[in-house]
């Protein structure tokens, strides 16, 4: 049976995480990207059908490409940031469905079936951008994710002639805490949930 994580981790992964916009002069490694896919990959999806598609943008040219796409409120955070991750969806994720859950043939249940082809892909192609961003405040990397662009424009300009549609976009790097808004509040318990 596991045991509970320290509250030092839980203050790293939620309570002390924040969502930054601006960005120290510090690299992000490719070696340090990797490992962020490694731990990301484990966690779970449905049928373990693992749709999410990730670039990892870091160099001038890929960022003028992205840059254009974005709202201008999104333009200099994304510039400055080391890494902006665009997490894509892949809506052939059930060709390799033999591969991934070689249990029995799950590609069967998608294949003609656009609607959940669709919902599939981008529910736990989702989700899989959220491990992203668990994962990289675990390794010590600080996020920003982001809606605010032209999702065409980025389809184009990072997954044309490809199956995969982006879904969000997320910085990476190293944050400037003096930067930070103050923290928002949240919801209670009380407001949202409730048990039955």
């Not at 509970?4 to 939620?14: E, G, R």
């Not at 200099?76 to 997490?87: F, L, Q, S």
């Not at 390799?96 to 609607?115: M, Q």
């Amino acid at each position: 049976m596991s045991e509970s994580i320290d509250a030092q981790c839980l203050d790293q992964l939620f309570f002390d995480a924040r969502t930054h916009n601006e960005w120290q002069e510090r690299p992000v490694s490719d070696e340090l990207l990797r490992e962020l896919f490694d731990v990301l990959r484990w966690a779970p999806t449905s049928a373990n059908c693992s749709p999410a598609r990730i670039v990892f943008v870091k160099s001038p040219e890929a960022k003028a490409r992205l840059l254009p796409a974005l709202i201008e409120g999104n333009v200099e955070k994304t510039r400055t940031a080391p890494v902006t991750a665009i997490i894509g969806y892949d809506l052939e994720f059930h060709e390799h469905l033999p591969k991934l859950f070689p249990h029995t043939d799950a590609r069967a249940w998608f294949v003609g079936n656009e609607p959940l082809i669709e919902a599939t892909a981008f529910r736990n192609g989702t989700l899989q951008g959220a491990y992203l961003i668990m994962a990289a405040r675990a390794l010590g990397l600080d996020c920003g994710p982001m809606s605010g662009f032209d999702a065409d424009q980025v389809n184009e300009a990072f997954f044309a002639g490809t199956s995969t549609r982006v879904n969000f976009l997320c910085n990476l790097g190293y944050g400037r805490p003096e930067a930070l808004f103050p923290r928002s509040p949240r919801f209670e318990f009380e407001d949202v949930c409730r048990v039955e």
